[in-house]
C-alpha cells in the first residue's frame, strides 16, 4: 500500500516480537509500526483513509471495541476493509482436523461482522468470498501444515493433530497432487458514515 499509493501506512500489532520483525523489512521510507491494540489506537481523531484489517478480526479481544476505535480514527467516508475467515468460509484444515469447536467459538460470522461495523456506525459497500492459492501442490500444503504454525492447529492435542496429519497425507491418494490448494476467504468493505459520499456507496449493503 504504501508504494502503490504513495501515502503513510502505520502498521500496528500488540506484539512486541511481530513489531521488531515488521521493522526488519524493506521500508520505502513512508511506513512506520507501532506497538498498540485494536481497541485502543495510538491516532488522532478522523485522521486515516483506510484501516485494513487482514486476518486479525478473530484474534480481537472486543471486535465491537476495535470497531468503534475505527470509526473514531477514520475521516468521513473513509473505509474500513477486513479480510478475514468465517465460519461459513471453505478451507482445507476443517476437513481433516477436529476443528469444529473452535471454528463455532473462535470465527467470527459473516452477519457477525456486518452487524458488529454498522452498529459501530458503518454502512456495508461490499462483500465479496474470495478463492486464494495457499500452496502451490499437495506436498507442499501438507509439508507447510506438519509445521503446525497455523493458531487453530497449534491448539490441538497432539492425538488431534497426528490424525488430521495422517488424513491429510491419505487424501493425497485420491486427488491431482500438483493441483494449487485454495481456500475461501471472506472481504468486506465498509464506509464511515458521516457525509454524503459515504452513504452515496453503500447502495450494495451486506
Known amino acids: 500500500m504504501a508504494q502503490r499509493f504513495g501515502s503513510q501506512v502505520i502498521g500496528i500489532d500488540p506484539s512486541e516480537r511481530m513489531v521488531q520483525q515488521a521493522r526488519c523489512k524493506r521500508n520505502p521510507g513512508n511506513i512506520s509500526y507501532w506497538r498498540a491494540s485494536a481497541e485502543a489506537l495510538p491516532l488522532s481523531d478522523g485522521c486515516a483513509d483506510l484501516v485494513f484489517i487482514s486476518m486479525v478480526y478473530h484474534h480481537l479481544g472486543s471486535a465491537a471495541a476495535a470497531a468503534r476505535e475505527c470509526h473514531r480514527v477514520l475521516r468521513d467516508g473513509g473505509y474500513v476493509c477486513i479480510r478475514n475467515g468465517t465460519r461459513e468460509s471453505d478451507f482445507p484444515h476443517r476437513h481433516f482436523f477436529a476443528l469444529q469447536s473452535l471454528i463455532e467459538t473462535e470465527l467470527p460470522a459473516r452477519a457477525e461482522i456486518a452487524a458488529t461495523f454498522e452498529s459501530a456506525g458503518f454502512a456495508g459497500v461490499t462483500h465479496w468470498v474470495v478463492r486464494q492459492t495457499i500452496a502451490p501442490d499437495w506436498a507442499s500444503f501438507v509439508e507447510k501444515s506438519a509445521l503446525r504454525g497455523d493458531s487453530f492447529l497449534a491448539r490441538l ?38 457525509s454524503r459520499d459515504a452513504v452515496s456507496k453503500t447502495g450494495n449493503r451486506l
Open 157 to 194: 492435542s497432539d492425538k488431534e493433530f497426528r490424525a488430521g496429519m495422517d488424513a491429510l497425507q491419505a487424501h493425497g491418494d485420491s486427488i491431482d497432487l500438483s493441483a494449487p490448494v485454495t481456500e475461501e476467504i471472506d472481504w468486506f468493505v465498509f464506509a464511515r458514515c458521516g
